[in-house]
């Protein structure tokens, strides 16, 4: 299981924030590049994911 990352995504509209799971910052970085192309974009330092057993 990966980190759960905040990613700030700014548009030209608006900015807002959005949870994106990854194994490390730039692969968070890369996902949130590609979902957002074009937008400037800040992650959050990441939570632990809870694990439910």
Do not use: F
Not at 31 to 50: D, H, K, M, S, T
């Amino acid at each position: 299981m990966g980190l759960l990352y905040e990613l700030v995504v700014e548009t030209a509209d608006a900015t807002s924030t959005v949870q994106i799971e990854a194994n490390s910052k730039e692969e968070a970085l890369e996902n949130g590049q590609e979902l957002y192309p074009g937008c400037r974009l800040a992650l959050v330092n990441p939570e632990p994911r809870e694990q439910n057993h």
